[in-house]
């Protein structure tokens, strides 16, 4: 069974900081691209951060351009998004996916393995 597991969400103060992880099992992902999403209360999902799937290249959406960086570990089949300087609107649940091309693309609809979500909550 493949699996997307995502980890270290939490409520945090305006200002801090948190990194979440996204561990795969069940497959390899080391020649896909991967992405993060985020989806706040009554909104829909939104692109964060993907990267390509040797790190050559990454993309960030861009209310979370130079506050958040996108990095992966192929040897452990693991991503990371490190999040700084939080604001309250970061406030959402955040997903990881798999996507179906090996470059890290923006579009929802290029990425066909999910995680659960981790809750991310910034407190102002």
């Known amino acids: 069974q493949v699996q997307l597991v995502e980890s270290g969400g939490g409520l945090v103060q305006a200002g801090a900081s948190l990194r979440l992880a996204c561990a795969a099992s069940g497959r390899t992902f080391t020649t896909n691209g991967m992405g993060w999403f985020r989806q706040a209360p009554g909104k829909g999902r939104e692109f964060v951060a993907a990267?390509?799937?040797?790190?050559?290249?990454?993309n960030y959406g861009d209310s979370v351009k130079g506050r958040f960086t996108i990095s992966r570990d192929n040897a452990k089949n693991t991503v990371y998004l490190q999040m700084n300087t939080l604001k309250p609107e970061d406030t959402a649940v955040y997903y990881c996916a798999a996507d179906k091309t090996a470059w890290g693309l923006t579009a929802l609809s290029s990425y066909d393995y999910w995680g659960q979500g981790t809750q991310v909550t910034v407190s102002s």
């Open positions: 990267i390509s799937w040797n790190s050559g290249s990454t």
